[in-house]
Nanobody, 129 residues
Framework: QVQLVESGGGLVQPGGSLRLSCVGSGFTSDYNAIGWFRQAPGKEREGVAAISTYDESTYYRDDVKGRFTTSRDKAKNTVWLQMDNLKPEDTAVYYC??????????????????????WGQGTQVTVSS
């Protein structure tokens, strides 16, 4: 089965940057995309970003557009999430996961991907002064 490992989290000041990586192994089939999710204490897990495994098309939540960028290196089986201008509201455990289109795909204001198959272990991102 697919295994995903996230890394790169840490403590940063507001306005700072972090770069998360998601390294996959054990792939036995193609997936539509790799997604990034986050979960803050007491809150539901929410989709953050996703990148297609076919054409590198990217998708983002409205509140991270212009600040976060996801990219991939197919040869290295690695997906990155570059997070710039971080805000305290971004504090959460971040996860990567294999994803597929959700039933809300294409709907304005909705995250278009849902986790399907494998999750990483998560990496903590804390944004604080």
């Amino acid at each position: 089965q697919v295994q995903l490992v996230e890394s790169g989290g840490g403590l940063v000041q507001p306005g700072g940057s972090l770069r998360l990586s998601c390294v996959g192994s054990g792939f036995t089939s193609d997936y539509n995309a790799i997604g990034w999710f986050r979960q803050a204490p007491g809150k539901e897990r929410e989709g953050v970003a996703a990148i297609s495994t076919y054409d590198e098309s990217t998708y983002y939540r409205d509140d991270v557009k212009g600040r976060f960028t996801t990219s991939r290196d197919k040869a290295k089986n690695t997906v990155w999430l570059q997070m710039d201008n971080l805000k305290p509201e971004d504090t959460a455990v971040y996860y990567c996961a294999t994803v597929r289109p959700s039933r809300s795909f294409g709907q304005p204001g909705a995250f278009w991907w849902e986790a399907y198959g494998s999750w990483g272990q998560g990496t903590q991102v804390t944004v604080s002064s």
